[in-house]
T-cell receptor, first 118, second 114 residues
Framework: AQTVTQSQPEMSVQEAETVTLSCTYD???????LFWYKQPPSRQMILVIR??????QNATENRFSVNFQKAAKSFSLKISDSQLGDAAMYFC???????????????FGKGTKLSVKP | ETGVTQTPRHLVMGMTNKKSLKCEQH?????MYWYKQSAKKPLELMFV???????ENNSVPSRFSPECPNSSHLFLHLHTLQPEDSALYLC?????????????FGEGSRLTVL
C-alpha cells in the first residue's frame, strides 16, 4: 500500500527567508500525482502545487517550488521569500492512477506545521 | 462566498444524540467527499459521491450515514457516536474526470462528542 511520510511535524522560518518541507512516499506504481496542500488556521485547505510523476521538470508556482526526486521517492516543497500568510499546516498527498478514478483517493501525510517569524 | 460551505462550523453532541453535518458546493462539480481529520493523523477519506452515487465507503462505521440528494449538497448524519469520533470533518468537491483535478475543501465542521 502507498504511504506518505512527512518527517517534520513542525518547522519555523524567518520572514523573507526560504524554507523546505520534506515529504517521502512509498509506491510500486510508475505513474502517479503528488500534491502539496496548505491549511491555514481555521481556514480551508487549498492546493499549493502539484506534480505529475512522468514530468521530469519540477513544478513551480510563484514562490513555491518542488524538488521531485522520483528514484528517491522524495517530493519536497520550497517556499521562497516566506511571508506571514504562509503560516499554516502543509500536507503532502499522493494519488495513484490505478484507482477507480476518484480524485478523492488521495493519501495524505500527517502534515508539517509551518510558523513564520516576523 | 466560498466555493464549498460547511455547516455547522462547531458541534458538540452527546453519544445518544442525532445530528447532521451539511456541505454545499457552488462550483458546479460532480463529485463530493467526506474526510475525517484527527489530531496527529493523516486525513482519512470516508465517503465519495460521483453524480450523487456513492462510489466509496472506506470501512466507515454505520453510525456515520452519508446522504447526497443532488450534486451540490452532501450530508453526514451522525448517531450514537463515540468520543473517539471527535474530529474535524472536511467536505470537498472536484470535477471528476480530470485526473489531476484539484480538490476544493470547505472550512470543516469541528465535532466534539461528550
Amino acid at each position: 500500500a502507498q504511504t506518505v511520510t512527512q518527517s517534520q511535524p513542525e518547522m519555523s522560518v524567518q520572514e523573507a527567508e526560504t524554507v523546505t518541507l520534506s515529504c517521502t512516499y512509498d509506491t510500486s506504481e510508475s505513474d502517479y500525482y503528488l500534491f502539496w496542500y496548505k491549511q491555514p488556521p481555521s481556514r480551508q485547505m487549498i492546493l499549493v502545487i502539484r506534480q505529475e510523476a512522468y514530468k521530469q521538470q519540477n513544478a513551480t508556482e510563484n514562490r513555491f517550488s518542488v524538488n521531485f526526486q522520483k528514484a528517491a521517492k522524495s517530493f519536497s516543497l520550497k517556499i521562497s521569500d516566506s511571508q506571514l500568510g504562509d503560516a499554516a499546516m502543509y500536507f503532502c498527498a499522493y494519488r495513484g492512477t490505478n484507482y477507480g478514478g476518484s480524485q478523492g483517493n488521495l493519501i495524505f501525510g500527517k502534515g508539517t506545521k509551518l510558523s513564520v517569524k516576523p | 462566498e466560498t466555493g464549498v460551505t460547511q455547516t455547522p462550523r462547531h458541534l458538540v453532541m452527546g453519544m445518544t444524540n442525532k445530528k447532521s453535518l451539511k456541505c454545499e458546493q457552488h462550483l458546479g462539480h460532480n463529485a463530493m467527499y467526506w474526510y475525517k481529520q484527527s489530531a496527529k493523523k493523516p486525513l482519512e477519506l470516508m465517503f465519495v459521491y460521483n453524480f450523487k452515487e456513492q462510489t466509496e465507503n472506506n470501512s466507515v462505521p454505520s453510525r456515520f450515514s452519508p446522504e447526497c440528494p443532488n450534486s451540490s449538497h452532501l450530508f453526514l448524519h451522525l448517531h450514537t457516536l463515540q468520543p473517539e469520533d471527535s474530529a474535524l470533518y472536511l467536505c470537498a468537491s472536484s470535477q471528476e474526470g480530470r485526473l489531476t483535478g484539484e480538490l476544493f475543501f470547505g472550512e470543516g465542521s469541528r465535532l466534539t462528542v461528550l
